[in-house]
């Protein structure tokens, strides 16, 4: 499968860009915004992966055939990933309504994978939380805590905008931006007798390139629509019901 990473030189890009370069798969472009310092520089030359093509260079358009493009860029870039004829996979978060509507319209053509979080284990507590909350008395406090760096722009997150979809009976979210964090997340349910904590922490980016690398080697055998990061444990954690 050819690959083509957009926001490539940011902190998950980097990350998925290597692992790409160690899968089977082909690295095949390595996109960024028309300013970026890395524009027509060697991949290699920030990615230090003994597997990244020698000769491929960062290039703000796409000029090569792939056969999945994934991005982890910014929400402007919606508009431009939206012309690529094939699936795409996109963990950028913090879009607008027009930024939806790009996908939205994508969608109706190719299939498209949006997670504002491509982890095994935020998906797997996805699957598994929302169950367990049905079986908790009505008036348990429900909260979560959110930690990102500090450079994160959107605030909450789009994982925590996410949990509260997934579980309405959040009450309040407490979001931390720190120096240097991969991303932490702690729901915590508070009962009359006893305090009940769900806690995933990344400990690298490398957990989230993996799940988005598993999104797009299932999105193309998927039938036009959009999609959630769910595939990824349908496709690992097939006992998981």
């Not at 309504?97 to 994508?106: A, F, I, R, S, V």
């Not at 509260?164 to 720190?178: G, Y």
């Not at 932490?184 to 799940?211: M, P, S």
Request: net charge neutral; glycine share 6%; with cysteine.
């Amino acid at each position: 499968m050819r690959i083509a990473v957009s926001g490539s030189s940011g902190r998950v890009g980097q990350s998925l860009v290597q692992a790409i370069a160690e899968s089977s798969h082909m690295l095949a472009a390595c996109l960024v915004h028309h300013h970026s310092p890395y524009k027509g520089k060697l991949v290699s030359s920030l990615i230090k992966c003994k597997n990244v093509p020698p000769t491929l260079r960062f290039s703000e358009s796409l000029k090569v055939d792939v056969d999945v493009l994934i991005d982890f860029s910014v929400p402007q870039n919606m508009q431009n990933i939206s012309h690529f004829a094939g699936p795409l996979v996109v963990g950028t978060t913090g879009l607008t309504e027009k930024e939806w509507d790009y996908l939205h319209d994508h969608s109706l053509r190719y299939p498209v994978v949006y997670s504002p979080n491509f982890s095994l284990g935020i998906n797997l507590f996805f699957h598994i939380l929302p169950p367990i909350m049905n079986t908790l008395p009505e008036d348990t406090f429900v909260a979560l805590t959110e930690i990102h760096r500090k450079e994160k722009r959107d605030l909450p997150g789009g994982t925590a905008k996410q949990f509260q979809k997934m579980i309405p009976q959040i009450k309040n979210i407490t979001s931390l931006r720190q120096e240097e964090n991969c991303g932490a997340h702690t729901l915590t349910l508070e009962l009359e007798n006893e305090t009940i904590q769900f806690t995933h922490k990344a400990k690298n980016r490398i957990g989230y390139a993996q799940g988005a690398l598993l999104a797009a080697e299932k999105s193309i055998f998927l039938p036009p629509a959009l999609y959630d990061a769910s595939i990824i444990i349908e496709k690992t954690l097939p006992a998981v019901k």
